[in-house]
């Protein structure tokens, strides 16, 4: 990476940790120096959720023929859908100089390790596996059997915590921003 390149962050942890949450609010508070980058689903939008906005809905078909055009930086098929993350856009931004956040599960984690070691990686932990489970549960998005299977993937995730550079356990949300915006800032001045 020469010097007029940006630096790339990815943000991983099981689904229903905050991930999301922690991200918009680092977003209200320092959105004009960063940038999260708008994965694509093969996902059904839930309610709210806005095309362009939280995702790109895609089709399956869609979204494997710009797999195949090499179009993701990183994929996974994650709880029978699958995630990717637009490559054009995080290197624009990258080569802009600019300070890029991917909101990914474990396997795109750990792809972006190979394929951009630069990467700081930074994994977000619950306080318990059941925390996470009445979490997921107050969301109301998901049916039982989506729920089961997300946390039994959690299990899985949180066993790799080690590979990140940092975890920060998202227990008081406010503790949890102020770790975050070290970890994405760096020991220098927070914007
Ligand atoms: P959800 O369906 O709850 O929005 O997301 C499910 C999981 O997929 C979450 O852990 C989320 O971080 C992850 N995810 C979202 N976008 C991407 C992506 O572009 N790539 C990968 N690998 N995972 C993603």
Known sequence: MGEQQGRLVVVSGPSGVGKGTLLQKLCDRHGS???????????????????????????????????????????????????GTPRPAVMDWISQGELVLLEIELQGARQVAQSYPAAYRIFIAPPSLAVLEDRLRQRFTESESVIAQRVAIAREELAAAAEFDCTIINDDLEEALGELELAVFGGGAIP
């Not at 689903?41 to 869609?62: A, L, M, N, Q």
């Not at 195949?68 to 699958?82: C, I, P, Q, R, T």
């Open 33 to 83: 120096h960063l940038r999260v980058s708008i994965s694509a689903t093969t996902r059904s939008p839930r309610p709210h959720e806005v095309h362009g906005r939280e995702y790109f809905f895609y089709s399956r078909t869609d979204f494997e023929k710009q797999l195949a055009l090499g179009e993701f930086l990183e994929w996974a098929e994650y709880a029978g859908n699958l995630y």
